[in-house]
T-cell receptor, first 112, second 113 residues
Framework: QKEVEQNSGPLSVPEGAIASLNCTYS??????FFWYRQYSGKSPELIMF??SNGDKEDGRFTAQLNKASQYVSLLIRDSQPSDSATYLC????????????WGAGTKLIIKP | EPEVTQTPSHQVTQMGQEVILRCVPI?????FYWYRQILGQKVEFLVS????????KSEIFDDQFSVERPDGSNFTLKIRSTKLEDSAMYFC???????????FGPGTRLLVL
């Protein structure tokens, strides 16, 4: 069973601080990893994707991938109240015809 | 910026009725997907579609479900005889290749009474 695990939270972070969201995956064949943001009642919105070991930065967001530890993380710097949402981690494996395997999401609350 | 669109935004139906959910993927994308999300639960994969055929489907996607690309733009999900437990948000997504980013539509909220 291929699984993606996330702590459901809520994770509460003061405004302006760094929010750190974590995700682990069970299938070593996973190739690409995605972080989506989902506001309540809305569809998932892509934040970042990563497929190489190391860090990938885009504005206030940094994705980190460690394939040896089967671990993906998302850092949000200078957190804003508008960052409050559920963050979904998802993985793709080639042998599953590229279907996204989803984590349950971490609810992030940024406190003003 | 191109986006995935879905209609209707909300659908209420009686148990046992057929529903068709419609999606217009991003125009140059080749891979299409349906997901569902029951309220408060995780997103679940239903089916992927490429080259006019299903490439992968989950256990949820039983004989009551079907997908179709009736023309060059639309991608539909049909539920033949809805059940109460089909009530969920249904998301369509598309990508330009198999391992690339999937872009999601706004979803259709289906309520089965």
């Amino acid at each position: 069973q291929k699984e993606v695990e996330q702590n459901s939270g809520p994770l509460s972070v003061p405004e302006g601080a760094i929010a750190s969201l974590n995700c682990t995956y069970s299938d070593r064949g996973s190739q690409s990893f995605f972080w989506y943001r989902q506001y309540s009642g809305k569809s998932p919105e892509l934040i970042m994707f990563i497929y190489s070991n190391g860090d990938k930065e885009d504005g206030r967001f940094t994705a980190q991938l460690n394939k040896a530890s089967q671990y993906v993380s998302l850092l949000i710097r200078d957190s804003q109240p508008s960052d409050s949402a559920t963050y979904l981690c998802a993985a793709i494996t080639a042998d599953s015809n590229y279907q996204l395997i989803w984590g349950a999401g971490t609810k992030l609350i940024i406190k003003p | 910026e191109p986006e995935v669109t879905q209609t209707p935004s909300h659908q209420v139906t009686q148990m046992g009725q057929e529903v068709i959910l419609r999606c217009v993927p991003i125009s140059n994308h080749l891979y299409f997907y349906w997901y569902r999300q029951i309220l408060g639960q995780k997103v679940e994969f239903l089916v992927s579609f490429y080259n006019n055929e299903i490439s992968e489907k989950s256990e949820i996607f039983d004989d009551q479900f079907s997908v179709e690309r009736p023309d060059g733009s639309n991608f539909t999900l049909k539920i033949r005889s809805t059940k109460l437990e089909d009530s969920a948000m249904y998301f369509c997504a598309s990508s330009d290749s198999g391992g690339e980013t999937q872009y999601f539509g706004p979803g259709t909220r289906l309520l089965v009474l």
